[in-house]
């Protein structure tokens, strides 16, 4: 069973990956069918942090999907019928989501290093943190999203090969590859608009 659902959440993080990458809509909806197979996975492994946050990614996708579609609370339509356009993080806004990022990934550290036999909580607590800071870079369309997945990504290879979830740890790999790509493709959507 773990392993088909592993195959499951892989074929669907590369649909996710493939809408995210050209900065479509679509991607929120396998934002919401992905954590749940990650949740079952995760748990069965020990991955206490990363089980977690996926309930966190089942509501930001709500969020996202909501923002990307309608605008949030700003309503203008701008970037390609889009209701939010591609852009730069602003330094306050960086500075603020670092500090964030800082006092979760303690925070989780010290949850799993406490109340949880996790024997990963460093990389654990670190990857999850960092994904909360992503996803809603993600949601507000900050092109710096993908630099916090490419680290991510990588410290999840790692964690995944380490565990034995290798369909994930391929999946994070090639992740890591596309955000760099993904890098690229939105500074040039983010110039492109009119």
Not at 124 to 145: C, G, H, N, P, R
């Amino acid at each position: 069973m773990g392993t088909i659902l592993e195959i499951a959440g892989f074929v669907i993080g590369l649909l996710y990956l493939w809408w995210e990458y050209h900065a479509n809509s679509k991607l929120w909806l396998a934002s919401l069918i992905m954590p749940a197979i990650s949740m079952w996975i995760y748990f069965s492994k020990g991955l206490y942090a990363d089980f977690g946050i996926n309930i966190y990614y089942l509501l930001i996708a709500i969020y996202g999907y909501w923002v990307w579609t309608r605008g949030g609370r700003n309503k203008k339509n701008t970037d390609s019928g889009s209701a939010v356009p591609i852009t730069h993080i602003p330094f306050r806004i960086l500075a603020g989501a670092s500090g964030v990022f800082a006092a979760v990934w303690c925070a989780i550290y010290l949850i799993l290093t406490n109340f949880t036999n996790s024997t990963v909580p460093l990389c654990d607590s670190f990857t999850t943190a960092l994904s909360i800071v992503a996803m809603w870079l993600l949601a507000k369309k900050y092109v710096e999203q993908w630099i916090a997945w490419v680290l991510v990504d990588i410290v999840c290879v790692g964690l995944y090969i380490y565990k034995g979830i290798y369909f994930y740890a391929t999946l994070y790999a090639v992740y890591s590859v596309v955000a760099c790509f993904g890098y690229r493709k939105w500074l040039r959507l983010m110039h492109e608009r009119p």
